[in-house]
């Protein structure tokens, strides 16, 4: 069964510039989260989507950041403008509905210069 | 009350011997205690995970020990091999939030040869 999809791996930008990520979740699953992790710390929830509609965004830097998830299947997070505390990975992961168990992709590496 | 305290921050074990790392929560609607491995460059992966209704779960030489009434588990990681060198995040979620998990600050173990 393959796993949680992410692309870019590794991204350099200059603060104020844009960028995007995209995922692939693991098939079949309908729920869908962005973490964010900086470095030394464990990550933290930026927005949770169940199919298409979003369950809980509320520590997504909404002036900043901005997600979606088409079809209910993939999604892109963007960061426009980046700031330098932005700098961190970004995971993707999912879940099934009803389960705990949540899986990890390997996560795309920003850094804001 | 979302908060997961973990500890220790770091872990030195040498070979063969036993790991333990330990966590607390406080939010008593929490019903899923997973523990997650991560590698450098890697997202995290799942490792073991429990509910309230078990006191402990085994899976190899991994181990979940949960305390209810105190509010605390734990992972106890017996012949430890330079392998298992990684950090290791507890996390706790609740079915009535979602699903989404709340991750610990992580413990970096070393297990020395």
């Known amino acids: 069964e393959a796993g949680v999809a992410q692309s870019p791996r590794y991204k350099i930008i200059e603060k104020r510039q844009s960028v995007a990520f995209w995922c692939n979740p693991i098939?079949?699953?309908?729920?869908l989260y962005w973490y964010q992790q900086i470095l030394g710390q464990g990550p933290k929830l930026l927005i949770q989507f169940q199919n298409n509609g979003v369950v809980d965004d509320s520590q997504l830097p909404k002036d900043r950041f901005s997600a979606e998830r088409l079809k209910g299947v993939d999604s892109t997070l963007k960061i426009q403008p980046a700031k330098l505390e932005d700098s961190a990975v970004y995971l993707c992961?999912?879940?099934?509905?009803?389960?705990?168990?949540?899986?990890f992709g390997e996560g795309s590496w920003l850094t804001v210069v | 009350q979302q908060q997961v305290k973990q500890s220790p921050q770091s872990l030195i074990v040498q070979k063969g011997g036993i790991s333990i790392i330990n966590c607390a929560y406080e939010?008593?609607?929490?019903?899923?205690f997973p523990w997650y491995q991560q590698f450098p460059g890697k997202g995290p992966a799942l490792l073991i995970a429990i509910r309230p209704d078990v006191s402990e779960k085994k899976e190899g030489r991994f181990t979940i020990s949960f305390n209810k009434s105190a509010k605390q588990f734990s992972l106890h990681i017996m012949d430890s091999q330079p392998g298992d060198s990684a950090t290791y995040f507890c996390?706790?979620?609740?079915?009535?939030?979602?699903?989404?998990?709340?991750f610990g600050t992580g413990t970096r173990l070393a297990v020395r040869p």
């Open positions: 098939s079949g699953h309908a729920t």
């Open positions: 939010n008593t609607a929490f019903d899923y």
């Open positions: 996390a706790a979620s609740a079915k009535s939030s979602g699903d989404k998990l709340t």
């Open positions: 992961a999912s879940s099934l509905a009803w389960a705990g168990a949540i899986y």
